[in-house]
């Protein structure tokens, strides 16, 4: 049907490993290929709920700021329980 | 099997089944009409085929979705017409919707009054033109000469096919039987065939054979064939046959009796070429349809998407990749074709003629983008399509202007997006390619920018100017 690939995602959600408090907040994350570390701040925390008529997403966002100072997009996935990391927010 | 219509002397007249006043002009016979119009007129075949065989399939569109869609084939089923964004209307409809009341032209609301368990089914022309260009292929293997008439209309030239297939009925046969590879056999079945002199006389032939059963009308035969045809199916402007019934001239036989001065004088050159027809001096002959290969490019979106902005930024980009096909070097294009399959199985398409041959992004754009904001598509686009379909002279003009020739440093700042490479960029991805096999280069496109999902918004699209 195409003549050319298809458009390949940009920004495409990875699973990581995320440890939280009692209150579900994160408190370490540890990227694909990197070592664990310490959540310094979360400086913004929004919600998505959409697309219920087709396949519905539900994420619950946090922008945080690790102890190395580098910046990370994360989301629960409120659907599978998993948590993802994302650029492009 | 075949019906052959001998003399009239002395043997059986010519049945008059099979002469459906609908059937004898379909609706969506506009464009099969327009090849009645050979230049010139005469009994003679200026070049192509005189021997014509007319294959028809009647409601061919909808017979394709019950093929489809077999529970729905005893039920009320209606076709909607396509390229209708508002008031929709009935195109073509199902035997027990016919009985029902509901008929072709009538709006949505009135069918479904009339009718309220009618299915209505969405078109999807892209299926029906696939379909058709089958059709054509296995057709042609029969004969080079293949002109199209509308969706489920065929014409073929049979001159000097007998020696190869044997009499008229066993060349008709043939062609029934070749579309039992590529049609499922109801449908084969339903095809109504008829060969006589001339696509006139053949299509009045197949408009008037029962399924399954050709008729042949040799060339003696053709006049008095004709004479009890209705004037309805004569291929003039539908007013001029209004007219004709107005003054009670209900066929060919009664149209004969006027002298052509008459004619002319009342109907102009279209009594002159209606009373050739109804005679059967005029002879259009079949001539082979020469479709030049279309330039097509398409687009798959990760997931459907229903905003203009984005179906727009999308289009823009076909555009240009369209623009760069080698294929396309060297021509500038007349027409373009801008199509969508959509979410849940159907398809769309608009059709836009340039107003002047251009090889112009902008220009090429800027009328589809109209055609959508008119006829826009009625769901989300899993996938976008741009056809250039007519080609016209080689565009000097944009050779003439190249930017592509200044300095690299200059070109180097051109906008990428609007399809203007650097040469040094493409000598890159030459290199690349023969060292890879393919170009490992992407470029970053906004897919659904304002989308509140992240990974929508942006999408990698390969480069490879």
């Known amino acids: 049907m195409s003549d050319a690939p298809h458009l390949r995602p940009l920004g495409r959600p990875k699973p990581v490993d995320v440890r939280t408090d009692a209150e ?28 219920w008529w087709r396949e519905p997403i539900s994420r619950e966002y946090r922008s945080i700021v690790l102890d190395d100072g580098r910046p990370v997009t994360l989301y629960h996935d409120l659907l599978d329980g998993r948590w993802y990391a994302q650029k492009g927010e | 099997m075949s019906e052959t219509h001998r003399s009239v002397h002395g043997v059986p007249t010519h049945p008059t089944i099979g002469w459906d006043q609908g059937a004898a002009q379909p609706r969506d016979s506009g464009h099969g009409w327009s090849l009645f119009r050979s230049p010139g007129e005469g009994s003679g075949a200026e070049s192509g085929s005189r021997q014509a065989l007319c294959l028809w399939l009647p409601t061919f569109e909808l017979r394709l979705e019950l093929v489809r869609t077999p529970e729905l084939d005893s039920t009320s089923v209606a076709l909607l017409s396509p390229g209708e964004s508002t008031r929709r209307t009935v195109w073509q409809v199902s035997e027990r919707a016919h009985d029902a009341g509901v008929r072709p032209g009538q709006l949505v609301s009135q069918a479904v009054s009339l009718c309220p368990s009618l299915t209505l089914l969405e078109p999807d022309p892209a299926h029906y033109d696939a379909a058709t260009d089958t059709l054509l292929e296995v057709l042609s293997e029969l004969t080079p000469v293949v002109e199209p008439a509308g969706r489920g209309r065929v014409f073929l030239g049979m001159d000097g096919l007998g020696r190869l297939y044997g009499s008229p009925t066993r060349q008709a046969e043939r062609a029934l039987r070749s579309l039992f590879r590529v049609l499922p056999s109801p449908l084969v079945a339903a095809i109504r065939a008829g060969m006589a002199p001339g696509k006139f006389g053949a299509w009045v032939a197949a408009a008037s054979a029962r399924s399954g059963v050709p008729v042949i009308v040799t060339e003696k035969e053709l006049a008095s064939f004709l004479a009890s045809c209705p004037v309805s199916a004569l291929p003039v402007d539908p007013l001029a046959v209004q007219r004709l019934e107005r003054l009670g001239i209900a066929t060919l036989g009664e149209l004969r009796r006027f002298p052509e001065p008459a004619l002319v004088a009342q109907f102009g050159e279209e009594g002159r070429s209606a009373l050739a027809w109804a005679t059967g001096r005029r002879i259009d002959p079949v001539r082979p349809w020469h479709r030049p290969r279309p330039i097509r490019v398409s687009l798959d979106f990760p997931t459907p998407v229903g905003t203009v902005a984005t179906l727009h930024g999308a289009l823009n980009r076909l555009v240009e990749r369209a623009i760069s096909r080698p294929a396309r070097r060297g021509r500038s294009v007349t027409a373009v074709r801008l199509g969508a399959y959509l979410e849940g199985g159907s398809s769309w398409f608009v059709e836009a003629v340039l107003r ?33 379909i007519r080609f016209g002279a080689p565009s000097t003009q944009a050779d003439l202007f190249d930017r592509r020739e200044e300095s690299s440093r200059a070109a180097s700042g051109r906008d990428l997006a609007r399809g203007e490479v650097p040469g040094a960029l493409k000598d890159a991805v030459k290199e690349l390619k023969l060292r890879l096999g393919h170009s490992p280069l992407y470029r970053v496109v906004e897919v659904d920018p304002w989308s509140r999902i992240p990974e929508r918004r942006h999408a990698l699209l390969s480069f490879d100017p």
Do not use: C, N, Q, Y
């Open chain 1, 24 to 51: 579900g907040e994160p408190t370490h994350v540890r990227l694909p290929g990197k070592t664990a570390r310490r959540v310094e701040a979360v400086r913004e925390h929004w919600r998505i709920d959409d697309e």
């Open chain 2, 356 to 388: 002047e041959p251009t090889a112009d992004r902008e220009k090429i754009a800027s009328p589809l983008r109209g055609k959508m904001a008119i006829v826009p598509p009625p769901r989300a686009v899993e996938t976008l399509i741009v056809e250039f």
